[in-house]
């Protein structure tokens, strides 16, 4: 067995196989883009298609797709939902960052 450079909790897999059920199939793309108050920024869409070279993540019912340059950044991550008061949101617990910002979705790497 393989282990995956980026997890993906139980309550965040849940979570994205409702969305993808609610919008009539496919998979959470997280990819890291240049910009963003510290450096890099997640970003997250449903996609229905793969690229050749993404690396495919199942994890119960759900499927998240990333593409080599992102998983370099995100190697070691976890990814999570959170449902709170102050708003439900995918988050990223990414060994690599240094520092974010208040956002969260912001981050930076030395």
Known sequence: MTVSPFRVTDRAANRIAEIAD????????????????????????????????????????????????????LAGSELDYTDALMGSHFAVRNPQATSSCGCGTSFSID
């Open 22 to 73: 609610a919008n009539g199939g496919g998979a959470l793309r997280v990819a890291v883009l240049a910009g963003g108050c510290s450096g890099f920024q997640y970003k997250f869409d449903l996609d229905r298609e793969t690229a050749e070279d993404d690396v495919v993540i199942e994890q119960g019912p759900a499927r998240v797709f990333i593409d080599p340059s992102s998983l370099d950044l």
